[in-house]
Each structure stands twice: as C-alpha cells, then as structure tokens.
C-alpha cells in the first residue's frame, strides 16, 4: 500500500511557475514508477510526466516537453513536478501516481493515486 499527497497547486498567471509535490507513505517508495496525470474540465486524464524508481528514463509528453520536469528524491519520498512558462491550457487537476510497473503506470492504470491538486492558470 502506498499512500500519496499531492501538493503546491495554485492559481499563478500565464507564463509562471509552480512546483507539485507528492508525498509518498507507506510501502517502499523506491520500488515504484512515479508520474503525473492531470485532467481539465471535460476531457480525459492525461499523462504528463513519468519516472523510473530510480530517478531514470524521465518522460514528458509533448504538450509540456520543455516546460515541465519530473525529477524525485528517494531519500525524501518524493516526486516532484517543476511547471514553467504555464500556459492557461495547463489548467487542470494534477493527479500523483505510482505503481511497481512502469507500462501499467503511463497506461493510466497506476495502482496508487494522490486525491489531486488544482493549477489554474489565468491569461
């Protein structure tokens, strides 16, 4: 069992940055695959960003590539999410999530979520 705190949402202007957190408990945090979902208001979640359990093969989808970066502290039980240069079609909520299998985990069926954070991006 692992249990995920997401954290750091926000409202900030077009062209801002925020960083997420995501706090993870429970089992050892270093045996799973972390990323980040997001879902706006009337579409369908989408993966955002992954990572390997130790800090390897970073993935960004397109729509973020340049702006956004996963990175993860094993130490701290951490994942993180740095957002720059945000756009306002970067509003959603950002959704935390691990599992021990990394093509489970980008096919959005994580066994563990986070309950969300709000960004909203104003123009």
């Known amino acids: 069992q692992v249990q995920l705190v997401e954290s750091g949402g926000g409202l900030v202007q077009a062209g801002g940055s925020l960083r997420l957190s995501c706090a993870a408990s429970?089992?050892?945090?270093?045996?799973?695959?972390m990323a980040w979902f997001r879902q706006a208001p009337g579409k369908e979640r989408e993966l955002v960003a992954a990572i390997s359990w130790n800090g390897g093969s970073p993935y960004s989808a397109d729509s973020v590539k340049g702006r956004f970066t996963i990175s993860r502290d094993n130490a701290k039980n951490t994942v993180n999410l740095q957002m720059i240069s945000l756009k306002p079609e970067d509003t959603a909520v950002y959704y935390c999530?691990?599992?021990?299998?990394?093509?489970?985990?980008?096919?959005?069926?994580?066994?563990?979520w986070g309950q969300g954070t709000q960004v909203t991006v104003s123009s």
């Open positions: 429970g089992d050892t945090f270093n045996a799973y695959a």
């Open positions: 999530a691990a599992d021990r299998n990394r093509v489970r985990l980008v096919r959005g069926a994580a066994g563990y």
